[in-house]
């Protein structure tokens, strides 16, 4: 049910980052050394030795001090590992882009990609992973309360738009009696995926269900289409047998959907139901302020990862400021 990769390795993020300042320090610290002859010789006999020289191997030290001092900067002192588990599109690519941020500070982040929404919570309750990165605070709150766990909000990173995606139809007004539209299942999700379905007109709910609203709910079917509920990570998978999958931002990537692009509706940007969503960093209860933890936000919430975000997702992920 897992695979386990290292979304960053420090070695590899500080051998880049020593790379580039160690390509002109090899150059400036062995100058100097073979220039060191003439110079002397220009002690024992300054007739010889013309002022230009003296020049240039007093510009090749200064060259080979200036080289010294970004290595000693960016060879960060080791401050340990932060583990972290995530979904694997977007968290873990975002992830990825933030390790090398990290690794500059003296991190190493390491992230194991789950493909439920089970584990990634039970491994940072038990201990075993300093936090995860995969899931919304209504989940959250959810999962706490059904589970017994004490996992909190450690900082708001993205949100993304839930959508309608096309499955064998591609118009909503094409529905008919007998058509399937598949939705996730766990409670915060399903609710949020008949909520938008409510709001194209597709169904009816009871009024004041909101973000507790199930299937039993629906008080209005006029096409009496027949909802179908799966497990999150099963609902793209079952596109080319339904109608319709109504889908989380992230599996909706997995499954090569654009929201620009494929969704048939979805929740706006600027609406509260997408702001309520925003994705966050999830720890137990009381290492909130932990320096790991801390570093770990400030790095998600840069301009570096809001850049990434804006240009690689089109739309299906948004930064949260």
Not at 256 to 266: L, N, R, T
């Amino acid at each position: 049910m897992k695979k386990r990769f290292i979304a960053a390795i420090l070695t590899a993020a500080l051998a880049l980052g020593t790379l580039t300042a160690c390509g002109g320090s090899d150059e400036g610290t062995t100058a100097p050394a073979q220039e060191d002859a003439p110079a002397s010789e220009a002690e024992s006999s300054e007739e010889a030795a013309p002022p230009e020289e003296d020049a240039a191997a007093q510009e090749s030290e200064a060259s080979a001090d200036d080289a010294k001092e970004p290595a000693g900067e960016e060879a960060a002192e080791s401050k340990g590992t932060i583990t972290i588990a995530a979904s694997a599109t977007p968290h873990a690519e975002i992830l990825e882009q933030a390790a090398p941020l990290l690794a500059a500070q003296g991190w190493t982040l390491e992230v194991t990609v789950f493909n439920d929404y089970v584990q990634p919570n039970m491994v940072v309750e038990s201990g075993e992973f300093d936090a995860n990165y995969f899931q919304h605070i209504p989940y959250l709150d959810s999962f706490n309360e059904e589970q017994g766990t004490h996992l909190v909000n450690a900082g708001g990173i993205h949100y993304e738009p839930f959508g309608i995606y096309p499955g064998t139809k591609s118009d909503l007004t094409t529905l008919e009696k007998g058509d399937v539209v598949a939705v996730p299942n766990d409670t915060t999700n399903e609710a949020r995926a008949l909520l938008l379905l409510q709001d194209n007109g597709i169904i009816t709910l009871k009024d004041g269900v909101g973000l507790e609203a199930t299937v039993r709910d629906i008080v209005d079917n006029p096409n009496e289409i027949e909802i179908q509920e799966l497990e999150a990570a099963q609902v793209p998978r079952v596109k080319d047998e339904v109608a319709f999958v109504v889908l989380n931002g992230n599996y909706a990537m997995e499954a090569g959907f654009s929201v620009a692009k494929d969704a048939v509706a979805y929740e706006q940007a600027d609406s509260e139901a997408a702001k309520t969503y925003v994705n966050v960093i999830a720890v137990k209860e009381g290492n909130e302020s932990n320096e790991a933890v801390k570093a770990l936000v400030d790095a998600l919430k840069s301009d570096e990862i809001t850049e990434y975000i804006n240009n690689t997702y089109d739309g299906g992920v948004i930064p949260f400021k």
